[in-house]
């Protein structure tokens, strides 16, 4: 399968890529990791005249923390070097579990989170574990710099609120005010496929108090769906048996799964509800933790 | 050398926005003149006529078509499915596709079986064969990092790659082969 006639153009820096876009108008994409748009080209889903590669522009596949802990992932930080990362291990739970769960290998080497996030395929991974931990994606144009919190971000379905001109330079996740602990639980087929359930879950503690929590939805709904009164059933008392269940049975209440091939719609809620019964349950006290 | 691209009808033939990239390909220095939407797996089968570098899904599933391509400053090759690169995206950089694994082992094309290819051959690797050329890049590329990996880790890194004869329990036996050959005690 080929994508249709496209010019193709592979800028050298960020100013020079924005250039293009800009007077390639609405008919220009961005190509960075190509593991969602390559395959639609190839479908005839997307048919752009322009395409603008973004892996010759250097200095964007870093991920890092800021000394406060705001982290920040660069356009071109593939999935593989997130899922290798030593920096998620120690402090960011809820991204190290979902790394190694994107795709497959072979997929990971290429593919971007902020790709994935730009994607806003309702069944990526990466917007429910953005989603759960409150983060924002920063787009660049000619106009400047501005951050979009990700639940403004998504419009729907395989849309997203960037301009024709605007690229998304990074994904921002906030400095976390306590403890983090949570995870992300995937439940799929085989390798590669995408969720029949996803559930992230992130929450931060200070001594046992739980004080934020974010949970998000991945595959039963029509766009991922931000559980967010079942994370605010967590905050503001400890992590108990009674405040899991409650928070399970309302992300379960929050999910809106559809019976497909993939399972029965009853199944996908009951799922929602063991995913972040298991998450939560794995969370230490924070006093056992430090012992 | 004989360039053909399809005529749309629907531009001027000047309109066909081609591109000349340079590249290189089993530590062969290329040049070619693509089309942006060349795939890499066609540039590889049809342009360079390497035709060991199988297309299975064309969807990105089943990874028959995983090649090596490693930039500039990277230490080694990644894995990845060339029906999901565009040709024009390897301009400098390398390539490497199974039938540079017996070069690498050889110093010419058609000698020595590199250890992964003879692993394959002792453990009964391939059936029908259609998936081993994709296999044995990702397994090239997971030798590459971790030369003493145990069989989770072999399964981890074969786990983008379909094999329809189901043939993995020999496929896992047969890159743990050349593992074992691969490593240096193993020399004497």
């Known amino acids: 399968m080929y994508p249709s006639r496209f010019r193709y153009e592979a800028p050298r820096s960020l100013d020079e890529a924005i250039g293009m876009l800009h007077d390639g108008g609405d008919y220009a994409k961005v190509l960075a990791g190509g593991q969602s748009l390559v395959p639609l080209m190839k479908l005839r889903f997307a048919s752009p005249e322009l395409v603008v590669d973004i892996n010759n522009v250097p200095g964007l596949d870093y991920h890092r923390a800021d000394p406060d802990g705001t982290l920040h992932v660069g356009a071109l930080c593939r999935h593989v070097e997130l899922e290798r990362s030593e920096l998620l291990k120690t ?3 809820t991204m190290a579990a979902a790394a190694p769960l994107i795709a497959d290998p072979i997929v990971r080497n290429r593919g971007t989170l902020v790709g994935s996030l730009c994607h806003a395929d309702p069944q990526g991974d990466w917007a429910s574990v953005v989603t759960a931990l409150g983060g924002s994606v920063v787009a660049q144009g000619p106009r400047g710099r501005r951050a979009i919190p990700i639940a403004g971000f998504v419009t729907g379905p395989f849309q997203n609120v960037l301009e024709p001109d605007e690229i998304a330079v990074e994904a921002v996740i906030p400095a976390a005010k306590g403890e983090r602990a949570g995870g992300y639980l995937k439940l799929e087929r085989r390798v590669g496929d995408f969720a029949t359930v996803g559930v992230a879950v992130a929450v931060e503690t200070s001594g046992e108090r739980v004080t934020r929590a974010g949970i998000a939805l991945t595959g039963v709904g029509g766009s991922t769906i931000d559980a967010s009164a079942a994370a605010d059933a967590l905050v503001g008392g400890p992590l108990t048996a009674d405040s899991i269940g409650r928070a399970a049975d309302l992300a379960a209440e929050a999910a809106r799964p559809r019976t497909d091939h993939r399972g029965s719609a009853e199944y996908k809620r009951h799922m929602v509800r063991t995913f972040v019964t298991r998450i939560l349950g794995r969370i230490e006290p924070a006093q056992e933790r430090a012992a | 050398m004989t360039v053909v691209y399809e005529d749309l009808g629907d531009e001027a033939e000047g309109a066909v926005p081609i591109r000349r990239i340079r590249f290189s390909i ?49 230490a080694s090759g990644r894995p990845v499915k060339s029906c999901t690169m565009l040709a024009v995206q390897v301009d400098g950089r390398e390539i490497t596709t199974v039938e540079g694994l017996a070069m690498e082992g050889a110093g010419g094309p058609g000698g020595v079986l590199h250890p992964l290819q003879e692993g394959f051959k002792e453990e009964h690797g391939l059936q029908c064969g259609f998936c081993t050329p994709g296999m044995m890049m990702a397994a090239k590329a997971l030798l590459d990092e971790n030369p003493d990996p145990t069989e989770e880790d072999v399964r981890w890194a074969l786990s983008g790659n379909l094999c329809r004869c189901t043939g993995y329990q020999n496929i896992v036996k047969s890159v743990l082969w050349a593992a074992a050959k691969l490593r240096p005690e193993s020399a004497g």
């Open chain 2, 26 to 74: 089993n530590g062969k220095k290329m040049i070619a003149e693509v089309e942006p939407r060349l795939l890499l797996s066609h540039l590889i089968r049809r342009g360079l006529g390497l035709t060991g570098t199988h297309m299975g899904c064309d969807t990105t599933n089943c990874g028959a078509c995983t090649v090596l391509v490693k930039g500039a400053g990277e």
């Open chain 1, 91 to 93: 402090y960011q739970p």
